[in-house]
């Protein structure tokens, strides 16, 4: 197979699957994984996709990639940032959570906890934490998303009737300015709500949230305490979080 035509199907696998790591590549096409990371810069550099660190997936500001797709997504990068922050939880915590396959990998690492109070617009996390008989689960109200997402102004009326201790938030993508970026306008303004009233804020983004684009500002890095992800950020925005004094934590 030519190289031109190796490059049309991997575009084409990209958009099908929204995400598609370097292994899979690999075996897909029966070449080394050095040939398919050649193949992906030269793609990135000629604006067709954008590479990840161990794959490739489509950069688009507007659509965020499907739920199927994203909760088998860095599975493993997102278990190792849930269980440092299950550390970092003390137990008998008032926590919102809100909408996110991160998060929702964070739950399943608190159920380790005592006496948890949650308040969360994401049904799947709800689902997750209430088989802990000892915590306390509260779900807004509002529209649900196909993905278990719940917004709309009622949501965000909800959460503001509380005062958490913790907001463990995620995001879509973090501009290189700093700027903390997602796809729904909705949800933006629920999340906006949660940080607006906890006591600490701790944003849960693995490697590719970093440089990722979405259409939608919900606040800038200085509006979290802390930063928990994977894998060292490029020093832009070590620096960035350094002047704005946000903690940087990396699971490892």
């Given amino acids: 197979m030519s190289m031109i035509i190796r490059h049309q199907q991997i575009v084409e696998l990209v958009r099908q699957r929204g995400y598609i790591s370097i292994d899979e590549l690999a075996q897909h096409f029966a070449v080394t994984p050095q040939t398919l990371r050649r193949d992906i810069n030269q793609l990135a550099d000629a604006g067709q996709l954008r590479r990840y660190h161990g794959g490739a997936a489509l950069d688009s500001s507007v659509i965020n990639t499907e739920y199927s797709q994203r909760t088998g997504q860095h599975l493993t990068e997102k278990q190792k940032i849930a269980e440092k922050i299950a550390q970092d939880i003390p137990d008998h915590a008032s926590i919102f959570i809100n909408i996110g396959t991160t998060t929702e990998a964070i739950a399943h690492a608190l159920l380790k906890h005592q006496g948890l109070k949650v308040i969360t617009n994401n049904l799947n996390v709800a689902g997750i934490l209430s088989a802990r008989v000892d915590f306390e689960v509260l779900i807004a109200s509002g529209r649900v998303r196909p993905d278990g ?104």
């Fill in 149 to 252: 997402g719940v917004i709309g102004q009622a949501t965000s009326a909800f959460f503001s009737q509380f005062k958490a201790d913790y907001a463990l938030i995620g995001i879509s993508g973090i501009d290189e300015d700093g700027t903390l970026l997602d796809f729904d306008f909705q949800e933006v303004k629920v999340s906006q709500t949660i940080i607006e009233n906890s006591k600490r804020v701790w944003l849960a983004a693995d490697h590719s949230k970093f440089g990722r684009h979405a259409m939608m500002r919900l606040a800038q890095l200085d509006a979290v305490e802390r930063v928990y992800t994977d894998v060292l950020p490029d020093q832009h925005f070590q620096q960035i979080m350094q002047h704005n004094q946000v903690k940087l934590v990396v699971a490892d």
